[in-house]
T-cell receptor
Framework: NAGVTQTPKFQVLKTGQSMTLQCAQD?????MSWYRQDPGMGLRLIHY???????DQGEVPNGYNVSRSTTEDFPLRLLSAAPSQTSVYFC??????????????FGSGTRLTVV | AQKITQTQPGMFVQEKEAVTLDCTYD???????LFWYKQPSSGEMIFLIY??????QNATEGRYSLNFQKARKSANLVISASQLGDSAMYFC??????????????FGEGTQLTVNP
């Protein structure tokens, strides 16, 4: 059971570079989302998707783009990396459990440093 | 406005004792869900327990229970018989509404729990 797979696990970027963080899930979950976690803080929502072709902004979307062409994949693009984007990034997938309970599964995270 | 408040940055507990981690929330939705996650030093997010706003009984999962007081908007996590492996950061999180908001969680800032031998 792979669950949610994030790649890479670690990345160092120079200011101004672009890159894509990959996220894939094999549970056929409808919902996927990206969060960032800064030191000593909780997770904050960047972007989310409720299905293929549908995305929306979260709390901290600036500097990031997403797309969802398939149910399985939800990549996060950093357009022009800035030191303020140094963080740990988590991808999550979830489903509507029908009884109101939502099962969320998080990836293991990507630690990004922008220098 | 902060929607999830965890007022205890750090907590200490003796092994085998019980500990309560506080969480209060703010929402105008009638339908919402409350989660607790554990984040050990290795960094992964581990789901512990879930409480739906319409659930009449407090959720329990093994040594974890959620003390849900809807009128007070609190959802405290109780860990019974603490173990050394419980030392970690604990996050309270909320999902507001239903259906299309299902993928959005709002997190508190966390409580660092240390279990002493």
């Amino acid at each position: 059971n792979a669950g949610v797979t994030q790649t890479p696990k670690f990345q160092v970027l120079k200011t101004g570079q672009s890159m894509t963080l990959q996220c894939a899930q094999d549970m056929n979950h409808e919902y996927m989302s990206w969060y960032r976690q800064d030191p000593g803080m909780g997770l904050r929502l960047i972007h989310y998707s409720v299905g293929a072709g549908i995305t929306d902004q979260g709390e901290v979307p600036n500097g990031y783009n997403v797309s969802r062409s398939t149910t399985e994949d939800f990549p996060l693009r950093l357009l022009s990396a800035a030191p303020s984007q140094t963080s740990v990034y988590f991808c999550a997938s979830s489903y509507n459990g029908g009884d109101g309970g939502y099962g969320y599964t998080f990836g293991s995270g990507t630690r990004l440093t922008v220098v | 406005a902060q929607k999830i408040t965890q007022t205890q940055p750090g907590m200490f507990v003796q092994e085998k004792e019980a500990v309560t981690l506080d969480c209060t929330y703010d929402t105008s939705d009638q339908s919402y869900g409350l989660f607790w996650y554990k984040q050990p030093s290795s960094g992964e997010m581990i789901f512990l327990i879930y409480q739906g706003s319409y659930d009449e009984q407090n959720a329990t999962e093994g040594r974890y229970s959620l003390n849900f007081q809807k009128a007070r908007k609190s959802a405290n996590l109780v860990i019974s018989a603490s173990q050394l492996g419980d030392s970690a950061m604990y996050f309270c999180a909320m999902r507001e509404g239903r259906e299309t908001s299902g993928s959005r969680l709002t997190f508190g800032e966390g409580t660092q729990l240390t279990v002493n031998p």
